[in-house]
Nanobody, 128 residues
């Protein structure tokens, strides 16, 4: 059974940094297609960024150059490093993973409907 557990959210001032984590069980992070999504109150869920098996990444324009997704195979954990945070980044952040059998398209198919497993989220609040 796959479980994804996010942590590391919190409150930070604009311009600050935060790193959120997604610890996986029943899923090999290093082999997987995984992503971060976020949802702010009253808004639809949106993709933040996606990372493929070999580490290639793709980001939403709104976070490109500020956010970085990475994997730690030893800890079987996915990370989202967020720098230069803005109040508009305030949201619940979710990690998600695709079922890797059969091997799915990854970066080419970043829509949330393509992901099979989801965490419960961690709240990030950025104050001005």
């Amino acid at each position: 059974q796959v479980q994804l557990v996010e942590s590391g959210g919190g409150s930070v001032q604009a311009g600050g940094s935060l790193r959120v984590s997604c610890a996986a069980s029943g899923y090999i992070v290093s082999d997987g297609c995984m992503a971060w999504f976020r949802q702010a109150p009253g808004k639809e869920r949106e993709g933040v960024g996606i990372i493929a098996t070999y580490g290639s990444t793709k980001y939403a324009d709104s976070v490109s150059g500020r956010f970085t997704i990475s994997k730690d195979s030893a800890k079987n954990t996915l990370y989202l490093q967020m720098n230069s945070l803005k109040p508009d980044d305030t949201a619940m952040y979710y990690c998600a993973a695709k079922d890797m059998s059969p091997y799915p398209p990854c970066l080419q198919r970043p829509d949330s409907s393509e992901f099979n497993y989801w965490g419960r989220g961690t709240q990030v609040t950025v104050s001005s």
